[in-house]
C-alpha cells in the first residue's frame, strides 16, 4: 500500500520539480470489458484493405458465435469481440481505442492518410485509451518499403511521447507471412487493447510465426497449465504468481528457503505449492521438474523471476560481488533451461520467460554485474526460443523499468521520484504489470512471438 | 518377563509419513517471545499446506498438543486448524502427555489410518516457554473463586479478607516433578551419577549434534523440513562454531548437590525453547491421489513407565524398558535398524539409555533377557543431530524427529534400495517414554 505521508511528499516533490502529475493507469480485473467505449479502425488508405477489414470484424465480430468453424471460403472465423467499431472517423468522437492497420503501406507517402485520420481523434482519446498500430517488418524489405515500415516503429514512439491521460501507443509488428488474424497477432492487439498492458508504452511487439493458439476463454488463458515462478516470495514474483494463478494456471512458487515463510503466504493465497530451493543448486532444475510433475503432472510455463543485485561501480567490483549476480540471475536459469529442455517433459508447448531489465538494454551506473546477467537475459532467450519451437513452445523476455516494489520503495526519495518520472507516463509501474506482460507471453496465444524481450516501462528514456 | 514375537501380521493397511513441516526453533525470549502456542502452530500448518498444496483441503483428522499449556487453549489445535488455509470442516482435538506429547499425535493418528477409519491426518506438537501461563497461587484463586459466589456484603468481604500478600505473586510455570518437586535436571543428575556417565562423554555427544545438525542446515537437508517464522531463518540454538573446548568451559548447573561430581552443563543439556512442528500422514491410496511421495510406514509404536519416585529407575529411563518391548515384539534388534532416534533431553540421558541396554546385568535383571540388550552404533544415532543443538520445545520435538529420519529413510532407500528402518524413543516427565518404529516407504 502507497504509505499517505511520502505519496504526499512525492506529489509535492514532483511539483517542485515542474512534472505534471500522472494520470492513474488502469489495471485489468477479470469481467473488465475490453475495451470501454468506441474502437476505430484505420486502414493503410482509401483503397480496399483486407487486413484493415479482418481486424474490424474481429473487433465488432459477435463474441457468442461457434469457434474457428471454417466459412464458406473455408477460412478460420474468429470469435469476435463484440465491441463498438467505427471504420472512419468522426468529428469531434471521442473514441477509446485507435487501431490502424498499416500493413500495406508501400512507401512513406502511404502514411499520410492512415496516420492524419488517426491523429484527428488522438486528442479526444478517452483516459487511458489505446493506440495500436499493425504493421509488417522491415527487415528484407525493399528500400521504400522498408522506409515506410521502419518509419512506423518511430511514429509509433513518437504518439507514446506525446499522449496523456494514460493513454498508451504500441505496435505490433508482423513478420512476412504472418496473418493479421495469426494467433499471436490477435493474442498481442487484444494485450495491447487491454488494461492489461496499462504500463506498457512506445513498444513495438513483433509477431514472428503462426505457432500459438488463441485461449478456449480470454479470462483462463492459462487453464490447465502448470506453471513455475521463481522468486515467487515477494515483489514481482509474488504479482506474477498471483496473476499466472487467476489466468487458470496452477502455480508452483519456488523461492529461497530463507523467504519461506513469505513464500507460503503467496502459496497459500492462490491454492499453489510453495518449493523452498536454491536455484543455483546444481539439481535445481530437476528438483523443480519432479516437483510439478509428481504433485501436478505437468509442467508448461517456466518464469525466471528471481534475481539479486549487488551493485558496485565497475572499478571497485569484487569477485565476490561479480560471481553471486552472475550465479543467480543468469546462470540458475541457463542450468534450469537446460535440464528441462533435456527432460523430455517440456514438450507440450512449452513457455519459458525470464525476466530482464531496462539496465539489461541500456546498461546504469554501478551495475555491470547486474547488467550483464539481464543482458544476458536477452540473448537467452532469442537463443533459447529456436530450441522450443518444434513443440510449439517459445522463450521470450520481459524488461521492466522503474516499478514500485520493495526494492525501489528502499531508494532515497528525490531519485525515486526522478526515476519515477523518467518514463512518458511520469509514474512507476506496479509488480502486476510486469506479471500481465509474463502471463500473456505465456500464454497460447503468445505462441508466434519467438526469443523477443517486451518492456514494461511507460516508455522509460534509457534504452528505448 | 518373556519378551516375544506378538506382533500381529494381518495389519490392514500402511499408515505413511508423507512429509512434514516445523518451524526453526528458537530460544527462550528469542525470535518467538511474543507468539503464542496457537500461533505457531498455525504457522507450522500453513507451511505444510503450502508445501504440500493442502488448501482448503479436508484432513482427516488433526491431532497436536502443547505441554505448556494457557487454560484459553483447551481446543488449541481446532483453532490452528481453523486459522489455517485447511478446510474449515477438518476436525482436530488435543492431545498431552509430556514431551511425548508430539509422538503420541502421530501414533493415535497412524493407527486410526492403519484401521481405515482416516485417509489422512496431521499431526503435530508446539510449545512455548515464552509465553508461558502464569499461575496465581491456589489460595489466591479458591479466595476469587469464593467471591465471585458471595452472595452478601459480609460472604465477599470474608472472601477478600483471607488473602495475603505473599498470595499475590504469580506462581512461575515450572519442569520439575509434582511428586518429588525435583526438575528434570535434578531427576537425570541422579541417574547420571547412577551409570556413571562423564562430563566427556556428554559434552562429546552435544558436540556431535550440533556439527550434525549444522552440516544438515548447510546441505539444504531441512529446505523441504522447515519454513522460516518472524525472521527465523534457522534453529536458534544450534552452534556451528562450538568446540570441545568451549563446552568444558561451562560449569555444571545440574546435580551440584550430590556427592558425584555435577556433570551436567548448559552445553550438554537442551535449553529452553520455543517452536511447533507438523507431520503429514496418510494412506497409499491419498498419498497418490495427491501426487505425494511416501517416505515412511509408521510400523508400531509402545509407550512405557517406570515408578521413578519409589523405584530404582531414573525418571527419563521409561525407553529403556519400552523399547526391548517393541523390537520383542517385532522380532527384531537393534542391529536391524539403520537409525537410531534418541531424543536428547540432556547427553546424559541418551548415555544413561545406551548404557543400560549395553549392560548385561540391566539386561538380565530388568529385561529378562539372557545378557545386555545391545549396542547402538553410534554413527546411526542421531544422524541429523537432535534436541541439544536444536533445541527442544517439549510438544514439538516429536515431528521434528519423526519427519526429520522419515525424509532420511526414504533417501536411504533410494539410494541403497532394501527397507531400511529407524527407531525412535522419547522420554517424557512422569517417568514416561514413548518409542516408535519406521521403516522406508
Given amino acids: ?464 | 518377563m518373556a519378551l516375544e514375537k506378538t506382533a500381529p501380521t494381518n495389519v490392514p493397511r500402511r499408515a505413511l509419513v508423507l512429509g512434514g513441516n516445523r518451524i526453526p526453533f528458537a530460544r527462550s525470549g528469542g525470535a518467538y517471545a511474543h507468539a503464542s502456542n496457537q500461533d505457531m502452530l498455525t504457522a507450522a500448518l500453513e507451511g505444510l499446506v503450502a508445501r504440500y498444496g493442502l488448501q482448503d483441503e479436508r484432513i482427516g483428522e488433526v491431532a497436536a498438543g502443547a505441554v505448556l499449556k494457557h487454560s484459553r487453549d483447551f481446543n488449541l489445535t481446532r483453532e490452528a486448524v481453523l486459522g489455517s488455509s485447511l478446510s474449515p470442516t477438518t476436525p482436530a482435538y488435543d492431545v498431552q502427555q509430556a514431551c511425548a506429547t508430539g509422538l503420541e499425535t502421530l501414533v493415535g493418528l497412524a493407527n486410526k489410518i492403519r484401521l481405515g477409519q482416516l485417509e489422512s491426518a496431521i499431526s503435530g506438537g508446539v510449545d512455548s516457554t515464552s509465553d508461558a501461563p502464569i499461575v496465581v497461587t491456589d489460595r489466591l484463586r479458591r479466595a476469587l473463586l469464593d467471591l465471585s459466589r458471595a452472595k452478601t456484603a459480609a460472604q465477599k468481604l470474608a472472601a477478600l479478607g483471607r488473602i495475603r500478600p505473599k498470595d499475590l505473586a504469580p506462581v512461575a510455570p515450572s519442569t520439575s516433578e509434582p511428586r518429588t518437586h525435583l526438575s528434570m535436571g535434578e531427576h537425570q543428575a541422579i541417574t547420571t551419577a547412577q551409570w556413571g556417565i562423564t562430563r566427556e562423554a556428554q559434552d562429546e555427544l552435544a558436540l556431535v549434534s550440533h556439527q550434525r545438525l549444522a552440516a544438515a542446515w548447510d546441505a539444504g537437508f531441512f529446505d523441504d523440513l522447515v519454513t522460516p517464522y518472524r525472521g527465523q531463518t534457522i534453529d536458534g540454538n544450534l552452534r556451528k562454531d562450538t568446540s570441545l573446548e568451549k563446552l568444558a568451559t561451562l560449569r555444571p548447573t545440574f546435580g551440584t548437590r550430590l556427592d558425584a561430581e555435577p556433570t551436567m552443563t548448559a552445553g550438554n543439556s537442551t535449553p529452553l525453547t520455543d517452536g511447533a512442528s507438523t507431520v503429514l500422514l496418510g494412506s497409499d491410496e491419498w498419498a497418490a491421489s495427491h501426487g505425494l511421495t511416501p517416505l515412511a510406514a509408521v510400523v508400531d509404536a509402545e509407550a512405557g513407565a517406570v515408578d521413578f519416585v519409589h523405584g530404582e529407575d531414573g525418571l527419563l529411563m521409561a525407553p529403556a524398558f519400552a523399547v526391548p518391548r517393541l523390537l520383542a515384539r517385532h522380532g527384531l534388534t537393534l542391529d536391524d535398524f539403520a537409525y537410531v532416534e534418541i531424543h536428547e533431553a540432556f547427553a546424559a540421558t541418551v548415555l544413561s539409555t545406551l548404557a543400560a541396554w549395553e549392560s548385561p546385568e540391566f539386561g538380565r535383571e530388568r529385561l529378562g533377557l539372557d545378557g545386555a540388550f545391545g549396542t547402538v552404533d553410534r554413527a546411526l544415532l542421531n544422524v541429523h543431530g537432535s534436541s541439544l543443538a536444536a533445541g527442544h520445545p517439549f510438544a514439538a520435538t516429536g515431528g521434528r524427529i519423526v519427519a526429520t529420519i522419515a525424509k532420511e529413510l526414504h533417501l536411504r532407500k533410494q539410494r541403497d534400495g532394501g527397507t531400511p528402518r529407524a527407531l525412535v524413543s522419547i522420554c517424557a516427565a512422569g517417568g514416561l517414554g514413548l518409542t516408535a518404529i519406521l521403516e522406508a516407504a
Avoid at chain 1, 1 to 22: C, R, Y
Avoid at chain 1, 229 to 244: D, Q
Fill in chain 1, 1 to 464: 500500500m502507497p504509505n499517505p505521508i511520502t505519496t504526499t511528499l512525492s506529489a509535492k516533490l514532483s511539483e517542485l520539480l515542474g512534472f505534471s502529475p500522472a494520470a492513474p493507469l488502469r489495471r485489468w480485473a477479470p469481467g473488465q470489458p475490453l475495451v470501454d467505449g468506441k474502437v476505430l479502425v484505420l486502414g493503410s488508405g482509401a483503397g480496399p484493405d483486407a487486413d484493415a477489414d479482418a481486424i474490424a470484424a474481429l473487433l465488432s465480430g459477435s463474441p457468442a458465435e461457434p469457434s474457428a468453424t471454417p466459412d464458406a471460403s473455408g477460412d478460420e472465423v474468429l470469435d469476435g469481440w463484440g465491441l463498438d467499431v467505427y471504420r472512419h472517423p468522426v468529428p469531434d468522437e471521442r473514441y477509446a481505442a485507435v487501431v490502424v492497420v498499416l500493413t500495406e503501406v508501400d512507401h512513406p507517402g502511404d502514411l499520410h492518410a492512415p496516420l492524419l485520420a488517426a491523429a484527428s481523434t488522438v486528442k479526444k482519446l478517452a483516459r487511458g485509451g489505446r493506440v495500436v498500430t499493425i504493421s509488417r517488418s522491415a527487415a528484407d524489405a525493399s528500400p521504400a518499403v522498408a522506409a515506410a515500415r521502419q518509419g512506423i516503429d518511430a511514429v509509433v514512439r513518437s504518439i507514446a511521447k506525446e499522449s496523456r491521460g494514460g493513454t498508451t501507443a504500441n505496435g505490433i509488428v508482423l513478420a512476412d507471412g504472418v496473418p493479421v488474424t495469426a494467433a499471436s497477432a490477435v493474442g498481442a492487439l487484444r494485450f495491447l487493447l487491454s488494461t492489461r498492458s496499462a504500463f506498457v508504452h512506445g513498444q513495438l511487439l513483433p509477431v514472428d510465426t503462426t505457432a500459438g493458439a488463441l485461449p478456449t476463454d480470454w479470462d483462463a488463458p492459462l487453464d490447465g497449465r502448470v506453471a513455475v515462478v521463481t522468486g515467487a516470495a515477494r515483489g514481482i514474483g509474488a504479482a506474477i504468481a498471483r496473476t499466472l494463478a487467476r489466468d487458470g494456471a496452477t502455480v508452483v512458487a519456488v523461492d529461497v528457503p530463507a523467504a519461506g515463510e513469505q513464500l507460503t503466504a503467496v502459496a497459500n493465497g492462490i491454492r499453489g505449492t510453495a518449493l523452498q530451493l536454491d536455484i543455483t543448486s546444481p539439481d535445481a532444475g530437476a528438483a523443480i521438474l519432479e516437483h510439478a510433475l509428481t504433485r501436478h503432472g505437468r509442467l508448461d510455463v517456466v518464469v525466471h523471476n528471481a534475481g539479486i543485485t549487488r551493485d558496485k561501480l565497475f572499478a571497485n567490483m569484487t569477485d565476490a560481488q561479480w560471481d553471486a549476480v552472475i550465479a543467480v540471475n543468469i546462470a540458475a536459469q541457463l542450468a534450469i533451461n537446460e535440464a528441462l529442455l533435456t527432460s523430455g517433459d517440456f514438450t507440450d508447448a512449452p513457455r519459458i520467460v525470464s525476466i530482464s531489465s531496462t539496465t539489461g538494454l541500456a546498461g546504469n551506473r554501478g551495475q555491470t554485474n547486474y547488467a550483464a546477467t539481464k543482458g544476458g537475459v536477452i540473448g537467452m532467450v532469442r537463443a533459447t526460443a529456436p530450441l522450443l519451437e518444434p513443440f510449439g513452445g517459445t522463450a521470450n523476455a520481459v524488461a521492466p523499468g522503474f516499478i514500485e516494489t520493495e526494492m525501489t520503495a528502499k531508494m532515497p526519495a528525490l531519485p525515486r521520484q526522478v526515476a519515477r518520472q523518467m518514463n512518458s507516463l511520469q509514474q512507476g509501474g506496479q509488480p502486476v504489470d510486469v506479471a500481465e506482460a509474463v502471463a500473456f507471453l505465456s500464454s497460447p496465444q503468445a505462441g508466434g512471438i519467438v526469443g523477443r524481450t517486451l518492456r514494461v516501462c511507460g516508455q522509460h528514456v534509457v534504452g528505448a
